[in-house]
Nanobody, 128 residues
Framework: QVQLVESGGGSVQAGGSLRLSCAAS????????VGWFRQAPGKEREFVGV????????YYADFVKGRFTISRDNSENTVYLVMNSLKPEDTAAYYC?????????????????????WGQGTQVTVSS
C-alpha cells in the first residue's frame, strides 16, 4: 500500500505561485508514474499532468501551457507541482495519484482510473 499526502496549498492572488508536494509513504513510488489532478466544486476531476518513474518524461494538460512543472525527488519519495502565473480558474482541490506503472503509452494516462493510489488533496484558491 502507498499513502500519499499533499501539502503546499493555500490562497494566492492571480499571477502568484505555489509549490505543491506529494509525499509518499508505506512503499516507495520511485518506480511508478505519479500524476496530479484537480477538482473544482461541481466539476469532474481533471488531469493536470504526470511524470514518469525516472522523471525524464512529463505530460501536461493543454491548459497548463507552460505555467506548471512537475518534478520528483525519488530519494525523498516526493513529487512536486510548481504552479506559476496562477489564474482564478485554477482554484480547485489538487490531488496527487500514483500508478502501478512506470510510464505510459497513450492518453489513458489522463484518466483517473489509470491510477491506483490517491492522496486526500490540498486546496488552492486564486483570487483576482
Amino acid at each position: 500500500q502507498v499513502q500519499l499526502v499533499e501539502s503546499g496549498g493555500g490562497s494566492v492572488q492571480a499571477g502568484g505561485s505555489l509549490r505543491l508536494s506529494c509525499a509518499a509513504s508505506g512503499r516507495t513510488v520511485s518506480s511508478v508514474a505519479v500524476g496530479w489532478f484537480r477538482q473544482a466544486p461541481g466539476k469532474e476531476r481533471e488531469f493536470v499532468g504526470v511524470i514518469n518513474w525516472s522523471g525524464n518524461l512529463r505530460y501536461y494538460a493543454d491548459f497548463v501551457k507552460g505555467r506548471f512543472t512537475i518534478s520528483r525527488d525519488n530519494s525523498e519519495n516526493t513529487v512536486y507541482l510548481v504552479m506559476n502565473s496562477l489564474k482564478p480558474e485554477d482554484t480547485a482541490a489538487y490531488y496527487c495519484a500514483a500508478a502501478e506503472k512506470g510510464g505510459w503509452v497513450d492518453t489513458t494516462v489522463k484518466r483517473p482510473s489509470w491510477y491506483v493510489y490517491w492522496g486526500q488533496g490540498t486546496q488552492v484558491t486564486v483570487s483576482s
